[in-house]
Nanobody, 118 residues
Framework: QLQASGGGLVQAGGSLRLSCAAS????????MGWYRQAPGKQRETVAV???????NYAASLKGRFTISRDTVKNTVYLQMNSLKPEDTAVYYC??????????????WGQGTLVTVSS
């Protein structure tokens, strides 16, 4: 299973760090990432990282968000800086076997709510 944490309420311009740990019966994970869904909008890719360290970001978020991964702990992190009200969404951890571009993958964590106040 995937266990996400780190969401919360932050003022615009602030930072948050999300974490997601994979445990239990999840096998063959070589890609982990984050997706988000804002109220009334479709889910969108935030960022993905592979075991080899390759990353993919939503173009609009690159430069403010940084994804990283601890392969020993099977944990993925999302550092979010300079947050904007439009970043408000439920953020979902995702993991599985695939390429950098083939997400979303098989396994989903519970969402964690990020609320950015203006």
């Amino acid at each position: 299973q995937l266990q996400a944490s780190g969401g919360g309420l932050v003022q615009a311009g602030g930072s948050l760090r999300l974490s997601c740990a994979a445990s239990g019966s999840i096998f063959s994970i070589n890609a982990m990432g984050w997706y988000r869904q804002a109220p009334g909008k479709q889910r969108e890719t935030v960022a993905v990282v592979t075991t080899g360290g390759s990353t993919n970001y939503a173009a609009s978020l690159k430069g403010r968000f940084t994804i990283s991964r601890d392969t020993v702990k099977n944990t993925v992190y999302l550092q979010m800086n300079s947050l904007k009200p439009e970043d408000t969404a439920v953020y979902y951890c995702n993991a599985g076997s695939g390429t950098l571009w083939s997400g979303p993958y098989d396994y989903w964590g519970q969402g964690t709510l990020v609320t950015v106040s203006s």
